[in-house]
């Protein structure tokens, strides 16, 4: 199994911090010169699983391009992204499995994913995010997060299709999906804070390559979209279904441990309570 890094949140926004257009000005409000700009300051790759890294980045630049030209703003884009995002969870949870909803449903998540890369994307086009907008971008996908699994749950219960005691994996892998989604952001936040301790201007990761986002794939948010396209064949989605429930519940059981021993090592601040002088009485 390869290094468990703390991949970059998948879900998250693309670019919070302040990251301006090259030349430090924001580009023109053309789609190439936006694409230009985003090309020259991309956020690192590593620790990304291949779809995120190498497809949905890619769809986000296009789409934050677009926005640009449209004078969309970033929390404009979270909004149909969240939009996109729980109508297709709405589809898989009130609608029959069949081949309207295996292209409806990947294709509203698929987008929905893509304009969450954008958000971040277009923030960085001018200049840098907000609080408020990490804010936002964070709680929709928590609640996606959330919500998608039990969409599934909802569906098999509905139709049970012979899976019998398997209607409980969709409440299972919630579980794994949430734990895993605040573990993920919290170390990413605690490593920030070190890095910060430390006067570092920003956290470096390890290189991660190829091989990596490959072996790590089945933790990716986009391939659960894509498996949503097995949804007119019940058989073949229940077994990727399942097997990307394991697979996830694997690795965040590798993980956490790593984790912990990594923030356990890092240095703390100060002296112990017991250690310090007492304060003079008042």
């Not at 998608?148 to 005691?165: M, Q, T």
């Not at 089945?218 to 019940?234: K, S």
Request: hydrophobic share 50%; with cysteine.
């Amino acid at each position: 199994m390869p290094e468990l890094l703390t991949p970059t949140p998948t879900t998250a926004s693309e670019g919070v911090g302040s990251v301006r257009a090259p030349h430090g000005a924001p580009p023109e409000r053309t789609v190439r010169a936006a694409l230009a700009a985003l090309a020259a300051a991309q956020k690192t790759s590593s620790g990304a699983p291949a779809y995120s890294r190498f497809v949905n980045r890619r769809l986000g630049r296009w789409l934050a391009a677009v926005a640009w030209v449209l004078r969309a703003t970033p929390n404009q884009v979270t909004a149909v992204s969240a939009l996109c995002t729980f109508a297709g969870i709405a589809l898989l949870a009130l609608l029959p499995a069949g081949p309207t909803v295996a292209v409806l449903v990947p294709l509203l998540l698929v987008v929905g994913y893509a304009l969450d890369s954008a958000d971040g994307q277009l923030a960085r086009l001018g200049g840098g995010g907000s609080p408020a907008g990490e804010w936002l971008d964070h709680v929709v996908d928590a609640t996606k997060i959330a919500v998608l699994h039990l969409a599934v749950g909802v569906a098999w219960i509905r139709s049970p299709e012979d899976r019998g005691g398997l209607v409980a994996v969709p409440f299972a892998y919630q579980v794994v999906a949430t734990v895993a989604f605040f573990a993920i952001v919290l170390t990413e936040q605690l490593r920030r804070a070190e890095a910060a301790r430390r006067g570092e201007a920003k956290l470096t990761r390890p290189r991660t390559g190829v091989l990596y986002s490959l072996a790590v794939v089945p933790t990716d948010y986009g391939l659960l979209c894509l498996a949503f396209a097995l949804l007119a064949w019940p058989l073949g989605f229940t077994v990727v279904y399942l097997a990307l429930a394991a697979a996830n519940t694997l690795y965040l059981a590798a993980a956490l441990p790593k984790w912990w021993r990594e923030l356990s090592a890092a240095p703390r601040d100060g002296a112990p309570v017991a250690a310090r002088p007492a304060e003079p009485a008042s």
